[in-house]
């Protein structure tokens, strides 16, 4: 029986392939299209937002007819793949599962360097991914109702730069069906990575992959005729464009989009811990993560303490490299996205109580590093108490009493979850029973809930 490992262990390893990745050459790569390599005419470099001077080779800006070029590849690979019997398939994901479990540092540590995670939340992505698949065996080992339906196409943005995309692929391929993945363009190796173990696997004609850094390739393949279904992982504008589809009965659709995974704050014994919790909530991963918290409602006996509690809890919350141990949130993930927080920042300078600023201290000059932003006294429909922004804002917000709280948390863009820190069972009802969101946290951070929660092989069937 295997040792279960302390976290020294764990770190020690995470730190070791940490290491190996970073000094592993990095390779142009390709698209795959139903098991053949595909080049465009141009290509872009892909750079760590931890320090730029870190590169993971060159990919593609593929052709925005890619999809009309593709589509017949992928349908004669969907007769095929559909063709195999499920214990086959069933084999291969176990295979998948195995390699995974044997790379899982490696694997997590692309996803840190790639994406800028801290070595908790990158080996939580790893193993967030594993848990679906397990999960997925389980479903595979007894009989399954329903058929593949053909091709389905899988958008991801880097909110979640692994487990989110792979576990919707992984389970519209254990259906039948074959699937298009398109990782996030920032931040595509880990996908690339866990694509060549795939592969190796049984799984190259059930899945193919591409990047699309401008969108144009992804817009013309969510409109491609011949597709068969649309899995929407993350924020911007890979969510914005698929709300424009048209979605019939005959195009399936799965959204997992991040929202603003509210906190409400009533009478609670330990504000400091309440505080801690909402500042982790909103700030690990730089307030990208699909379960990021940007807005919290305090009833207004308690504002003040809380509000206090937060920015001593925000001080502690350190931004740096996340190879570091004590470091507790990393870089944004591009250029682009700094300069548009900055910019957001400026414009709300007058309701900024902490941070909004860009970091260059020493090192830090050569990533993506700025200081998480609160907010107070916005209005209430001022679009950082309604829209999610998917950068680390927080912005607090009083309510008169419970009702009203609910309500301000019901008219945000709510996302996968909402969450109360109460001492009162009839507070935690009310809320779990008048909030719209999928997931309700009660006294914990909005850090537990995981992405891929609607992968399963059933939602792919018939």
């Given amino acids: 029986m295997n040792q279960v490992e302390t976290p020294q262990e764990r770190r020690a390893k995470f730190d070791a392939a940490f290491n190996s990745i970073l000094n592993t050459n990095k390779t142009n790569r390709p698209n795959w299209i139903a098991g053949l390599q595909i080049v465009s005419s141009t290509d872009y470099v892909v750079t760590s937002p931890i320090d730029h001077s870190i590169q993971f080779g060159r990919y593609q800006r593929s052709e925005v007819d890619l999809p009309q070029v593709a589509m017949p590849k992928l349908i004669d690979a969907f007769e095929e793949w559909s063709s195999i019997p499920i214990k086959d398939r069933l084999e291969y994901l176990r295979n998948a599962i195995t ?183 909103a700030f690990s991963y730089t307030g990208q993560r699909l379960d990021a918290c940007s807005k919290v409602v305090v009833l207004e006996p308690y504002y003040e303490e809380f509000l206090n509690c937060l920015l001593k809890a925000v001080v502690k919350f350190r931004v740096g490299d996340p190879a570091e141990r004590d470091v507790c949130t990393g870089p944004l993930i591009s250029k682009e996205r700094t300069q548009e927080f900055l910019a957001l920042a400026s414009d709300l300078k007058d309701n900024i109580v902490y941070g909004g600023e860009r970091l260059t201290d020493g090192y830090l000059e050569d990533g993506e590093y700025v200081s998480p932003a609160i907010l107070v006294g916005l209005d209430d429909n001022h679009e950082f108490n309604v829209i999610d922004h998917s950068l680390p804002f927080l912005s607090v917000q009083v309510a008169t009493d419970l009702q009203d709280a609910i309500e301000k948390i019901n008219m945000s863009e709510t996302g996968l979850s909402g969450g109360i820190f109460t001492d009162d069972p009839a507070e935690k009802e009310l809320f779990m029973r008048e909030v719209k969101a999928d997931v309700i946290y009660l006294n914990s951070s909005s850090n537990n809930i995981a992405p891929g929660l609607k992968a399963a092989v059933s939602a792919f069937l018939v």
């Fill in 99 to 281: 390699e995974l479990e044997r790379q899982r540092y490696r694997i997590a540590a692309a996803v840190s360097i790639s994406a800028g995670m801290t070595a908790t939340e990158a080996m939580f992505e790893v193993e967030r991914l594993l848990r679906v698949l397990r999960s997925l065996e389980r479903e595979c080992e007894v009989p399954l109702f329903g058929s593949p339906t053909g091709v389905w196409a899988v958008f991801s943005s880097y909110n979640s730069p692994l487990a989110g995309p792979m576990a919707y692929a992984l389970a519209a391929a254990m259906a039948g069906n074959v699937v298009f993945l398109l990782p996030a363009h920032e931040c595509p190796f880990p996908c690339y990575m866990v694509y060549d173990l795939l592969a190796k696997s049984g799984f190259s004609k059930a899945l193919s992959l591409a990047t699309d850094p401008v969108g144009d390739m992804r817009r013309s393949l969510m409109n491609h005729p011949d597709l068969a279904g649309i899995v929407v992982c993350g924020s911007g504008e890979t969510v914005d464009d698929a709300m424009f589809v048209h979605v019939d009965e005959d195009l399936g659709f799965i959204l997992e989009a991040k929202g603003m995974n509210p906190a409400l704050i009533s009478r609670y014994a330990d504000m400091s811990a309440a505080a801690s919790m909402v500042c982790k909530s």
